[in-house]
Structure formats: structure tokens, C-alpha cells
């Protein structure tokens, strides 16, 4: 089979950033920090895509496609944000497809930040990965909330809060095996609870996860 090997999440990982402009400062760490849990999970995930015919009968059956609207909210995939995201995510992995958009209200204010990357995964436990990558980025093991994951392709959801520049950042994720995600908020927003993040990021991966063909 010709399949690439799997990596420590350090080998994949993106660099630190360097230290940012004042007032560019948050939107790159938050970049950083959503391309860091890509890369932390993505080692869990085994995340290199399958090349070749094995790996789990589900595996890429599902890609990302946000859509342009959500819960009144309307899709950004440009602006200083997005490119923030892109490049905490660094270079895509081979055989792998990254998404990083933003949802924002009417007046333009983002509300929700969208980080991921959809391909062929082949991790048995997803949940273990992504509860292990959580707490790698420092959130505690007991600061870490189990969630249905929701549809369409199962799969595991784990949220926590980590801190960005002093600030709360409550994350969730969800990954299968065709996609792992990261929706948050940015830190300058309203607090948000962990079961709203929760089931605001069930209800854009049921709009988001379509069938690969």
C-alpha cells in the first residue's frame, strides 16, 4: 500500500509564529493556536491521507464545503482573520484539503471561526486523539467535555477553553474519518458557553460535511 507515514505532531505542526505587530497580535495567536490543533490532533489522527485502498471503509467519504450562510450568519473565507488561520495551518498535509473561514453577523463582526482540513483518516479512537491534543495545547484532562458529535459520519466531538493573550477561547472539535474541525469564537466576543459552542458546531457540520460524491 502506498500510504505516508505517520508523524509526531511536532514534525507537523507549524512553527511559533513570530512576534507580531500590536494589534495584529490576537488574530495571529488565535491563528496560530487553531493551526497548532490541527497540528497537535493530526499526529493523534494519523492525519497523512491514505493513498492507497486500505484504511476504514468510511474513510474520505465526506468533504467540507461551508456554507454561505448559517444561522444568519454570512461566510468570510478572505480578510485578515482568514489569513491568520491559513497561516497557523501552515502547508497541507498531502492527499488533504484545509478550510478556514469565518461566519459574521450583518454588520460584518465574525461570530464564529472555522479551522480544518478534510481528507482520508485513518485513526480507530478519534475522540482519545482529540482529548490528547486538547490537553497538549493546556487545557486540563478535567477541563476537557465529551459531546455527540453528530451527523453525518459519526465520529467524536471534545471542547474545551484555552487561553489566548490572557483571554478565554473556548474551542470545540470534531473529527472522522474524512475531517477534523475546530469552530470557536474570537476572543473578543461575548463569552459563549461550551454546550452553545457545541451545538452550534453539530449544527454547521451537519450543513458543512457532504458526501464526497
Known sequence: MNEINQQSWEQIAPPPPAPPKKGKRVLVTIGAVLGTAAGLVGGRLAMNAVLGGDGPDDAGRYRLTPPAAFQSLTLQDSGPRVDAIKKGQGVPK????????????????AQLVVSGSAG??????????????????GIGHGDIT???????????????????????????MWADHSSLVTVTVPVENKPVTIDALAAQARALRAAMEVPAS
Open 120 to 137: 482520508r483518516f485513518t485513526d480507530s479512537d478519534p475522540g482519545a486523539a482529540l482529548s490528547r491534543g486538547l490537553e497538549e495545547m
Open 146 to 172: 465529551t459531546h455527540e458529535a453528530g451527523t453525518p459520519a459519526g465520529g467524536a466531538m471534545r471542547c474545551g477553553t484555552a487561553q489566548v493573550e490572557g483571554a478565554p477561547l473556548p474551542l470545540c
Open 94 to 109: 498531502p492527499g488533504t484539503t484545509p478550510v478556514a473561514v469565518v461566519y459574521a453577523d450583518q454588520a460584518g463582526t
